[in-house]
């Protein structure tokens, strides 16, 4: 089908291989789980959350996806992974324990079919680490922008593609300290700040801010900085 193209098989049989320890802290996905509140607290910066009806785009097994529910959003969440939105929604219902009024909408879906399917539906798209996994980079952001309702916000994050990028991301994540396994990044495929802004432009939206993401993997701290050699944030609105 036209609106699952966008779609590499290899990426997602590589993810699916991870999916049972997606809530491991201290497993394959452990720089996602110290990313996650500092990617989450970006969002509610910048959006009232409570009540707000927001897509995560690729969301793997719903590490932001819950972080953005507990703050009192309506969440859809689509990966293309079966495995991972099993497990997904498996968290969610344990998580209930704890709170009650979780409710996460979980599918197996494309971003071409939720904005097919819900244009101009959402507050908020997030899409964090999912760009550069991608055959094209400028469908997805133009997937993004058809979902989120006008006057509303998006933000991304992903990989700079620069020398210190490739020694921390790939040398040192997968190489080094394996922390990931191997091939879960390609240097070729990371966009720099002013690419991924000219995709979004191009698309309609208007750049509200660009901060990097830094991380230090041996204490374990993430934090929002100036320095946006290594990871990223970029925030914007499709005008109203």
Not at 92 to 113: G, N
Not at 118 to 132: G, R, Y
Not at 134 to 139: C, E, Q
Not at 202 to 222: F, M, Q, T, W
């Amino acid at each position: 089908m036209q609106a699952a193209t966008n779609v590499s098989p290899e990426e997602i049989a590589r993810f699916g291989k991870l999916a049972a320890r997606w809530w491991d802290p201290d497993g394959e996905s452990r720089p996602l789980h110290d990313l996650n509140p500092v990617r989450a607290g970006y969002v509610a910066e910048r959006l009232n959350l409570r009540g707000a009806r927001v897509a995560d785009v690729g969301c793997g097994g719903g590490l932001l996806s819950e972080a953005l529910a507990k703050s009192g959003a309506h969440v859809t969440g689509i990966d293309m992974g079966e495995k991972v939105i099993e497990i997904a929604r498996l968290h969610m219902h344990e998580s209930r324990l704890e709170t009650p009024d979780l409710d996460i909408d979980y599918r197996v879906q494309s971003s071409a079919e939720l904005a097919a399917a819900e244009p101009e539906s959402f507050d908020a798209v997030c899409c964090m680490e999912l760009i550069e996994h991608v055959p094209d980079p400028a469908a997805l952001v133009n997937d993004l922008v058809r979902m989120v309702k006008p006057g509303g916000l998006v933000v991304m994050s992903t990989l700079n593609r620069t020398p210190v990028a490739f020694g921390a991301a790939i040398l040192g994540a997968e190489y080094i300290m394996r922390m990931l396994p191997r091939g879960t990044h390609h240097y070729a495929q990371f966009l720099k700040p002013s690419e991924l802004g000219r995709l979004m432009r191009h698309a309609g939206l208007e750049i509200d801010d660009v901060s990097g993401l830094g991380y230090n993997p041996l204490n374990r701290k993430a934090w929002v900085s100036r320095m946006t050699a290594v990871n990223y944030l970029i925030s914007a609105h499709k005008p109203a």
